[in-house]
């Protein structure tokens, strides 16, 4: 790709949308250091409590920031942007994040950027590689389960989302269920480990086109479990882990099902998937198996770079820095920040 800025451009990533305090710093494509302040709190409420996550932010944001800089080497003045989650998110949570962005920016006089979460969850598969385009995206988060067609780096519609819950959603109020630990996501992947994923069979939702539905699949293992707890005080621990098996098969097998579905409708030869869930090994080794199956390039970031993190912000920073999209200190945080209303193909 060609340097549209002719000098070396260090970006300093900031993202604070829900539980993860993270600050990354890119030099050009280069990810320098990305620090993740996980917030562990949230574990003993089994789900994020808005709250505390912002207090949390606030107390971790200046240590993060300390680390992240002495790992990439740098000073503080060698900055060019700060680049920022503007949403989607908490309220409370991306506050934070944007006040620090912006008092940064004030004290170093350098431009701010804002950065729409999801497509930096999407620009994630920039890191590291060179993805070739058109691609579509599947991206699986807390919040979001949504397709995209990305036509480049700057041009990327929404061609499907979720109707209801979301795949990572799923995972965490299936944990939570089964009485297993906030984020659910590992949880269900570790014990999974141990299960037979064919022990239940839980119906795949019928929903037109390329968008999904999770919540009647919730409702289908909520019944279950319930029926399974009549019988016993409480679950062996064989049954828990075939739970665990078959519920990550059947999110899985949903996800895979529409993503092969948008690549016959879009006819395209590139796909990436991205967030959280995109950590999940199982769903990775599926893609594999997509690669073959459909004859297709495929793209997975990093498991540090799937989840929340400050390096897909600094990323998406940097696009937005060679296109000299800066953003007025006045500018506020959209806690239900669209996609769409922010790209257009
Ligand atoms: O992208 P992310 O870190 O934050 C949001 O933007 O929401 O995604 C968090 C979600 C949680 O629902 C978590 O349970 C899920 O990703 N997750 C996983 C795994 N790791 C995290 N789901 C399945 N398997 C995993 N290994
Ligand atoms: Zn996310």
Known sequence: MINKVNKDIIILGIETSCDDTSIAISKNKKILSNI?????????????????????????????????????????????????????????????????????????????????????HVLANCIDEEPKFPLICLTASGGHTQLVFVKDVNNI???????????????DKCAKMLKLNYPGGPEIEKHALHGNPYAFNFTIPKVNGLDFSFSGLKTNIRRLIEKELK??????????????????????????KKLELAIT????????ISGGVASNQKFRNEIKLLKNRAQVEIYIPKKEYSTDNGAMIAITGYYKYQNKEFTNLNIDVKPRYKLDNLLIL
């Open 36 to 120: 993740v302040a996980n917030q562990l709190v949230h574990k003993k409420y089994g789900g994020v409590v808005p709250e505390i996550a912002s207090r949390e932010h606030q107390k971790n944001i200046i240590p993060t920031l300390s680390l992240a800089l002495k790992q990439a080497g740098i000073s503080i003045n060698m900055i060019d942007a700060i680049a920022f989650t503007r949403g989607p998110g908490l309220m409370g949570a991306l506050l934070v994040g944007s006040s620090f962005a912006k008092s940064i920016s004030l004290a170093l006089k350098k431009p701010l950027i804002e950065v729409n979460h999801m497509e930096a």
């Open 157 to 171: 519609k929404l061609i499907g989302e979720t109707l209801d819950d979301s795949a990572g959603e799923t995972f």
């Open 231 to 256: 019988n016993n005080s409480s679950l062996p621990e064989s049954k828990k882990s075939d739970l665990c098996a078959s519920i990550q098969h059947t999110i899985i097998k949903i996800l895979i």
């Open 265 to 272: 409708k879009y006819n395209v030869t590139n796909i990436a």
